[in-house]
Every structure is written in C-alpha cells, then in structure tokens.
C-alpha cells in the first residue's frame, strides 16, 4: 500500500494545498479557482506551484509549507479514522473497519514520515 498516502491522507493530497484552497473557495461561491488566484499559472496537471507567494509574506517556503501541510493533514486524517473504525465496528463491519484501519495505517506512515523530514529541516 506505499502508493496509498495519496488516498488515504486526505483527497487534498492529489490536488496540492494550494489547489485545495482554490477548491473550497469556488465550492463556498467566493470565486472560481482561476479568480482566487488569477496570476497562478498553471505549467502541468502535476505540477502545483504558484508565483504568488514563495515565503516573502508569510516567511515559509513553498515547500517548508507544503510538507507541514501534510503531515497535518496526515495526523488528522489518522484521527477521523478512528471514528470511522468505531462506526464500522458498532455496526459489526469487519470488513470496512479492517479498510479504515489500513487506511490509518498509511496515514500514520506519512504523519511519521513528515514529522522526521520537518525534524532535520527545521
């Protein structure tokens, strides 16, 4: 399951934070993404950087903020799955309790990773 993380820590993460943001604004109605960051421009499906902000406001590199990101949204996503175990396992579901286990599994792996990666970066 090494390809999960992308899955199971969160579906933000096959989108990028940035994308993210861009998302909830459009879905909120307070703009469309091309209106939330108009001089974002977009150089590939995978690639998600911006040349609005790269650490000069807010003093956090792109990727200082990307990889804190993360393994936020890892350690949360570890969290929600554990009501979700608890919902599966009231409802006597092995099956999808034994999914939200391997999929807090993975969670706690990225949250691992990016904790030691914050650690020798910061």
Not at 34 to 61: F, H, I, L, S
Not at 66 to 86: K, V
Not at 89 to 101: N, T, V, Y
Request: with cysteine.
């Amino acid at each position: 399951m090494s390809s999960g993380l992308s899955i199971f820590c969160g579906w933000s993460l096959v989108l990028g934070p940035r994308t993210d943001r861009r998302v909830r604004a459009a879905r909120a109605g307070t703009g469309t993404p091309k209106d939330v960051y108009p001089q974002t421009p977009m150089k590939g499906a995978d690639q998600m950087t911006t040349t609005a902000e790269t650490g000069n406001v807010t003093g956090t590199k792109d990727a200082q903020y990307d990889l804190l990101w993360f393994t936020e949204r890892c350690l949360s996503n570890a969290l929600r799955l554990e009501t979700y175990i608890g919902d599966a396992e009231r409802d006597d579901d092995q099956e999808l309790a034994s999914l939200f286990r391997r999929a807090q599994n993975e969670s706690r792996k990225g949250a691992e990773e990016g904790k030691q990666l914050l650690r020798n970066r910061l």
